[in-house]
């Protein structure tokens, strides 16, 4: 069976399938009865590579919150401008004209009493570095601030495109509000109403136009350099003693300084013969002065982190209850879709009890992802540092693994008969055929005769995993539905 499935391969023009697989794949389609463009389709929109990222920046109250729920489509980020507000996540999916990209809110507490252009700045800087595109928002009621040219300066030195959005234009008469925003220099202001929905379709437009397209997936192929592993976890959990332990130096310096925005240079380190880029998170501490907003800004970094890393080393203090934070976090590296290695810090100091009802913890708080390997360390005395490379070795492997469909085929034909989809009101849809669209992580397309149950598709990933492998990786599963043709389809 292992000579059957590989870890990477050739990138051809239908992405995961050569030519003589794809013909062979599209040609089974067809007697199934599946129209030859929704397959394609359906294959296209799973094998993509990264979607793009779009950010949305702006100082508090122009409403950044609303016009970001107002491209997803729905009301999901928060709206309420006041401290304290928590957020779950920061970056959504979205979709307009037919092409799908992420967009990165960075809106939602109260400023930094020390300095309203440094806190602006620090939150649109983290977003800033990881995007392709940037909605800058400005209240064109109140115009053109002090604090919106210091984000215009941050912006020019990003050299990222710029799209502005003057907000809060709900009529003809707001036209001329808008129309002074040239003065920024950031080219056309497109007036909008995030609230009532006024231009957003022509801002989109320009959007698409900033954006790149997303991706090709490249498969088996990794960008230069050094494999890129991003060290999360919540704040004060030992994520700054872990990389000085693996440098073997003091590599990072934990600033307290309340004010600093400056982002922690990612570390070369060499480790297990290989080197690595550790793409640092840590020194994330609660300010003086932002208490509420802290939770946020951790997520925010976090969030750049996780999104150019290739490997999530979730660092969980076991000394410790499995907080909801940790599951946060969890969740923020595997919707990212990255691979993944569970790192438990601080194990030299648990006694008997605490292990035991740890591992209580682990099967209950973190069952969603049982796939991900694990390791016991402990960053202050070095305990188990060398295991921490053969995990990440095994999760970069699990996410670029690929099985044939011939392979894929004979296995779903194998599940399907032994364990075949319950009936639900009177029929029982199966699976027809599938293929594996992408890597990093696994995607595949099922097609199938009716719809599949939640259940029964957590089913299905479970006999994947079991049958091949795909340790350290989410996978994702999407299904197609052939549509009725007549009584004799």
């Not at 109260?110 to 983290?126: F, H, T």
């Not at 800033?128 to 002090?146: K, L, M, P, Q, R």
């Not at 001329?176 to 995030?194: E, I, N, R, Y």
């Not at 136009?209 to 592993?229: K, W």
Request: charged residues 25%.
């Amino acid at each position: 069976m292992n000579d059957q499935i590989h870890s990477g391969g050739s990138d051809h023009e239908h992405g995961a399938l050569g030519d003589a697989e794809y013909a062979e794949f599209m040609e089974l389609a067809a007697q199934e009865g599946f129209d030859p463009e929704d397959v394609e389709g359906a294959i296209g929109e799973a094998g993509h590579g990264p979607l793009p990222i779009l950010a949305v920046v702006g100082r508090p109250n122009v409403g950044k919150s609303t016009l970001v729920n107002r491209i997803i489509g729905r009301r999901e980020a928060v709206v309420q401008d006041k401290p304290g507000v928590t957020r779950d996540r920061v970056s959504y999916e979205a979709e307009w004209a037919g092409r799908r990209f992420k967009v990165v809110d960075t809106g939602g507490w109260e400023q930094d009493v020390l300095g309203l252009d440094a806190s602006v700045a620090a939150q649109a800087e983290y977003a800033i570095e990881t995007a392709d595109a940037v909605v800058f928002v400005v209240d064109s009621t109140v115009g053109a601030t002090d604090t919106d040219e210091a984000v215009v300066k941050l912006l020019r030195r990003a050299g990222k495109p710029v799209v502005l959005c003057a907000n809060k234009v709900d009529g003809q008469s707001g036209e001329a509000d808008a129309t002074a925003l040239w003065s920024l220099g950031l080219g056309q202001p497109h007036p909008v109403s995030s609230l009532h929905g006024r231009g957003t379709g022509d801002m989109l437009d320009a959007v698409l136009e900033a954006l790149p397209e997303a991706p090709a997936q490249l498969f088996g192929t990794a960008l230069g350099g050094p494999r890129r592993i991003a060290l999360i976890g919540r704040p004060n959990v030992g994520k700054s003693s872990l990389l000085n332990k693996v440098a073997n130096e003091d590599r990072v310096v934990v600033n307290e300084l309340a004010g600093t925005t400056r982002d922690p240079v990612d570390e070369l380190i060499q480790l297990g013969g290989i080197t690595w880029k550790f793409i640092d998170t840590a020194g994330i501490r609660r300010r003086v002065h932002l208490q509420e907003g802290a939770d946020y800004y951790a997520s925010l970094r976090t969030a750049a982190a996780v999104e150019k890393a290739e490997v999530a080393v979730i660092l969980i203090d076991s000394s410790e209850s499995i907080s909801v934070q940790d599951q946060r976090i969890v969740t923020m590296a595997v919707e990212a879709g990255r691979a993944i290695v569970l790192a438990f810090n601080k194990w030299d100091t648990l006694d008997e009890e605490r292990r035991y009802y740890l591992e209580r913890e682990i099967e209950t708080e973190l069952a969603q992802i049982a796939w991900a390997p694990r390791v016991n360390v402990s960053a202050l005395t070095g305990r188990h540092m060398e295991k921490l490379v053969p995990a990440i070795e095994t999760a970069l492997e699990g996410w670029e693994t690929r099985v044939p469909t011939g392979r894929l085929n004979a296995f779903l034909g194998e599940i399907v008969a032994a364990h075949p989809h319950p009936i639900r009101g009177g029929k029982q849809p199966r699976i027809l055929f599938g293929t594996q669209a992408g890597t990093k992580p696994p995607r595949f397309v099922l097609f199938a005769s009716g719809f599949l149950e939640h259940g029964y598709r957590r089913f299905v990933e479970r006999r994947l995993r079991e049958e091949f492998g795909f340790e350290g990786t989410p996978i994702h599963i999407s299904v197609r539905v052939r549509e009725k043709r007549g009584r004799n389809k």
